[in-house]
């Protein structure tokens, strides 16, 4: 009998074991994974243009960084169902939104966190 606390890291065990037998499997994981990072991309873009994100960055590495920062957030998740993820994810958003914002959105210097989680 499986406790609910358990299910977290069994979802993902489950999800990885079902990698290794289903080809399609990964293959859907990789097309979601792509579109995750293009839809990040033109927010990004999107922010550069209105003069929101700071020019100077990399948006290809960054959208990089934030996946991996995801997927990493989740797999120390699955090791640890201790780790309070929201809490992190939104503490890692917070510093990344001050390192690429500009002054011009001072109002939102929390990234939006703050109104999207309360």
Do not use: C
């Not at 792509?34 to 243009?49: C, P, S, V």
């Amino acid at each position: 009998h499986l406790s609910e606390e358990n299910n977290f890291p069994l979802f993902y065990f489950l999800l990885y074991e079902s990698m290794k037998k289903f080809p399609e499997v990964i293959t859907y994981s990789q097309e979601f994974s792509e579109k995750r990072g293009e839809f990040l991309y033109r927010i990004l873009e999107r922010g550069q243009k209105r003069g929101g994100v700071m020019k100077n960055i990399d948006l290809e590495n960054y959208v990089a960084m934030i996946l991996a920062m995801q997927d990493g957030i989740m797999a120390l998740k699955v090791l640890d169902d201790g780790i309070d993820d929201e809490e992190k994810y939104k503490n890692i958003q917070k510093q990344m939104w001050k390192d690429i914002s500009t002054e011009s959105i001072e109002k939102y210097r929390d990234g939006g966190v703050t109104s999207a989680v309360s």
